[in-house]
Antibody, heavy 122, light 107 residues
Framework: QVQLQESGPGLVRPSETLSLTCTVS????????WTWIRQPPGKGLEWIGS???????NYNPSLRGRLSISVDTSKSQFSLKLTSVTAADTALYYC????????????????WGQGILVTVSP | DIQMTQSPSSLSASVGDRVTITCRAS??????LNWYQQKPGRAPRLLIY???TLQSGVPSRFSGSGSGTAFILTISSLQPEDFATYFC?????????FGQGTRVEIK
């Protein structure tokens, strides 16, 4: 069974860099898009960005310029760095696997981590 | 970005009720639409992908329909474990976007 686990600091100061890592176990990190999604308290879900095992990344334009996603296949990990954070970046951050359907071009998030709450506060 | 709009934002229903949730896309996404269930304190769970394909292990009381810009999630007979928030999500293009969620509460 594939499992994802987020790790990183739960408190980040304004203007500093938020850094999170997701560790994948129980399955290969190859052939999937590995994704970060966040959810501000009491609000909806926002796709942050994703990375393929090859290292090719896609970012949400709303965060581009502050965002970097990387992958370390040797450790089965992928990471998020978000610079110049503000209170608006306070959220529950999820890592997830995006898979492709076997018989059409449908992509979906089929495995999720439990989420990690990151608070941006002085 | 493709905007996803769900209705209603919340609903109250009783066990055994038939429940429908609507999701509309700001442009055609053909059938590139997924549905998720989220319970408090838990990560979202994939229910349906490709607008109508049930994810493995999901009860058959859940079904999805629609194409283009209008989609429906139906729970044929609401069970106690179905009280949760439901999100739609488009995978037609990037950035992936979600609906704001529909909270299903106990009546």
């Amino acid at each position: 069974q594939v499992q994802l686990q987020e790790s990183g600091p739960g408190l980040v100061r304004p203007s500093e860099t938020l850094s999170l890592t997701c560790t994948v176990s129980g399955g290969s990190i190859s052939s999937y898009f590995w994704t970060w999604i966040r959810q501000p308290p009491g609000k909806g879900l926002e796709w942050i960005g994703s990375i393929f095992h090859s290292g090719s990344a896609n970012y949400n334009p709303s965060l581009r310029g502050r965002l970097s996603i990387s992958v370390d296949t040797s450790k089965s990990q992928f990471s998020l760095k978000l610079t110049s954070v503000t209170a608006a970046d306070t959220a529950l951050y999820y890592c997830a696997r995006e898979s492709l359907s076997d018989y059409d071009a449908a992509y979906f998030f089929d495995y999720w981590g439990q989420g990690i709450l990151v608070t941006v506060s002085p | 970005d493709i905007q996803m709009t769900q209705s209603p934002s919340s609903l109250s229903a009783s066990v055994g009720d038939r429940v429908t949730i609507t999701c509309r896309a700001s442009q055609s996404i053909t059938t590139y639409l997924n549905w998720y269930q989220q319970k408090p304190g838990r990560a979202p769970r994939l229910l349906i992908y490709g607008a109508s394909t049930l994810q493995s292990g999901v009860p058959s009381r859940f079904s999805g329909s629609g194409s283009g810009t209008a989609f429906i999630l139906t729970i044929s007979s609401l069970q106690p474990e179905d009280f949760a928030t439901y999100f739609c999500q488009q995978n037609y293009n990037l950035p992936r976007t979600f609906g704001q969620g529909t909270r299903v509460e106990i009546k």
